[in-house]
Nanobody, 125 residues
Framework: VQLQASGGGLVQAGGSLRLSCAASGGTFSRLGMGWFRQAPGKEREFVAAITRAGGLTYLADSVKGRFTISRDNPKNTVYLQMNSLKTEDSAVYYC???????????????????WGQGTQVTVSS
């Protein structure tokens, strides 16, 4: 599976961005999807995930109430809507796909099989 993330950019604190991740080369509806982020000098951390049919979503505590993950299976695309952005949200955001992810696996980087190239999000104060 190939993943192409887009939608990053520079935004002021309090603003919004929507990231997209387009998948190809696999059956999208069979993939659990996630978003992770990595800031300079820090570990890559979980942000959000969504189950194959979109029935369940998982969010990191730091983004609950501000970020929403969704997917459009006919379009082979997963989205991350980011509102009320903070400077600490600045990072490279990566989408990831996993074939055999269940439950708490969604929080774990090692459970994902494919990764996109990342898109930079910079939030200015």
């Amino acid at each position: 599976v190939q993943l192409q993330a887009s939608g990053g950019g520079l935004v002021q604190a309090g603003g919004s961005l929507r990231l997209s991740c387009a998948a190809s080369g696999g059956t999208f509806s069979r993939l659990g999807m996630g978003w992770f982020r990595q800031a300079p000098g820090k570990e890559r951390e979980f942000v959000a995930a969504i189950t194959r049919a979109g029935g369940l979503t998982y969010l990191a505590d730091s983004v609950k109430g501000r970020f929403t993950i969704s997917r459009d299976n006919p379009k082979n695309t997963v989205y991350l809507q980011m509102n009320s952005l903070k400077t600490e949200d600045s990072a490279v955001y990566y989408c990831a796909a996993g074939r055999s992810i269940v439950g708490n696996d969604y929080y774990s980087r090692s459970k994902y099989d494919s990764w996109g190239q990342g898109t930079q999000v910079t939030v200015s104060s």
